[in-house]
């Protein structure tokens, strides 16, 4: 048996913001079962960024999550403007809330934040040999402190749970299963 594409018989938008698109779909699924909401969240494509320092350090940022009410240790990470390529969204990410840049630059894996729901992916990417170029130029509504942390305590983070961000767990994983 193989897996047929649902039909969207209509398709109509809940709300439209830069930050936010909804969509309320109509489909028809192969077995011709008639679903009149599902609901559809369109984001523009995310970048993320392991980024090790020189000396082998892992650059790890704090920030408030207000979904969550916490403030979350994560890698450094954004969304890809209109027209930019993964890799260039992921460099001015880095140098934007860190800082830093330069070094070799290497894609990790795509990922999907969710593919029943959500039409964007993850882009992430490993850089080695950053150092600091800059000072950080955040967006106003970003209050990001990062921290050079030896790569044994970040492991020691991820094993733990210190980190909750589910897209940047997956990466972290597999840096870690790849460079211990």
Not at 14 to 43: F, M, S
Not at 77 to 97: M, N, Y
Not at 104 to 109: P, R
Request: charged residues 25%; glycine residues 6%; contains cysteine.
């Amino acid at each position: 048996m193989s897996i047929k594409k649902w039909e969207t018989l209509k398709s109509d938008y809940i709300i439209k913001r830069p930050w936010l698109t909804a969509r309320r779909d109509e489909v028809q699924l192969p077995n011709g079962i008639i679903h009149d909401e599902y609901y559809v969240l369109e984001y523009p494509d995310w970048v993320n960024v392991i980024a090790e320092d020189c000396e082998g350090n892992l650059i790890i940022e704090r920030q408030w999550r207000h979904g969550l009410g916490i403030v979350s240790n994560e890698i450094c990470a954004g969304v890809i403007e209109k027209d930019e390529e993964p890799l260039d969204a992921a460099k001015r990410e880095l140098q934007e809330e860190t800082g830093f840049g330069g070094g070799t630059w290497s894609k990790l894996m795509t990922i999907s934040p969710n593919p029943s729901t959500m039409t964007n992916l993850c882009h992430c990417f490993l850089a080695k040999g950053v150092e600091p170029i800059s000072s950080q130029h955040l967006d106003r509504t970003e209050d990001i402190e990062f921290q050079l942390l030896p790569k044994t305590k970040v492991f020691e983070m991820l094993k733990n749970g210190d980190f909750m961000q589910a897209l940047m767990i997956a990466p972290l994983w597999k840096y870690f299963s790849e460079h211990l």
